[in-house]
T-cell receptor, first 115, second 111 residues
Framework: DAGVIQSPRHEVTEMGQEVTLRCKPISGHNSLFWYRQTMMRGLELLIYFNNNVPIDDSGMPEDRFSAKMPNASFSTLKIQPSEPRDSAVYFC?????????????FGDGTRLSIL | RKEVEQDPGPFNVPEGATVAFNCTYSNSASQSFFWYRQDCRKEPKLLMSVYSSGNEDGRFTAQLNRASQYISLLIRDSKLSDSATYLCVVSRPYGNNRLAFGKGNQVVVIP
């Protein structure tokens, strides 16, 4: 089975530009999570969807960040305008919420560098 | 107090030796616990879930101590391929839908 698929794998862009990260969750999974990982702060949850509906976006840093999940097989995380401090690895993860204790499965991540 | 705390290390372990480390969590109502492994420049991958009675998977043993609010991971007969960062993960209560990640214990197995 295909795992969580993220694109692009790497993104280097100048500050002020719009950045769009993409994620395809594992087929059949009904929860999707966007994380950001840096050396200083570790892995932080940005937003979480359940059945395509945003449930908790309290981790989204500010209005420059937005996320959508138009259907069960696709989600985007957008940063507009981007800033150098947004440089990080962004992971998407999905999970099947069938019973308690199900783990999350991560994509390979997008390594984002804002110059 | 942080939700999940880990000693970052590094833990330098001779090949073949045993290494163990703990992770403490702050919310006593947490329901689910996991250890994830993350290799350098890779994504986190589930290593094992942690059950109340403790569980073992090959050379890896996980324990949960609810009274003291910590979980532990023990690696026996360390292999060079065990070198990685081990992330302690705790589910937040009230829905089990959000996970809190520790910053990880870095393990370096030395030949």
């Amino acid at each position: 089975d295909a795992g969580v698929i993220q694109s692009p794998r790497h993104e280097v862009t100048e500050m002020g530009q719009e950045v769009t990260l993409r994620c395809k969750p594992i087929s059949g999974h009904n929860s999707l999570f966007w994380y950001r990982q840096t050396m200083m702060r570790g892995l932080e949850l940005l937003i979480y969807f359940n059945n395509n509906v945003p449930i908790d976006d309290s981790g989204m840093p500010e209005d420059r960040f937005s996320a959508k999940m138009p259907n069960a097989s696709f989600s985007t995380l957008k940063i507009q305008p981007s800033e150098p401090r947004d440089s990080a690895v962004y992971f998407c993860a999905s999970r099947l919420d069938r019973t308690r204790g199900q783990p999350q499965h991560f994509g390979d991540g997008t390594r984002l560098s804002i110059l | 107090r942080k939700e999940v705390e880990q000693d970052p290390g590094p833990f330098n372990v001779p090949e073949g030796a045993t290494v163990a480390f703990n992770c403490t969590y702050s919310n006593s109502a947490s329901q689910s616990f996991f250890w994830y492994r993350q290799d350098c420049r890779k994504e986190p991958k589930l290593l094992m879930s942690v059950y109340s009675s403790g569980n073992e998977d090959g050379r890896f043993t996980a324990q949960l101590n609810r009274a003291s609010q910590y979980i532990s991971l023990l690696i026996r007969d360390s292999k060079l391929s065990d070198s990685a960062t081990y992330l302690c993960v705790v589910s937040r209560p009230y829905g089990n839908n959000r996970l809190a990640f520790g910053k990880g214990n870095q393990v370096v197995v030395i030949p």
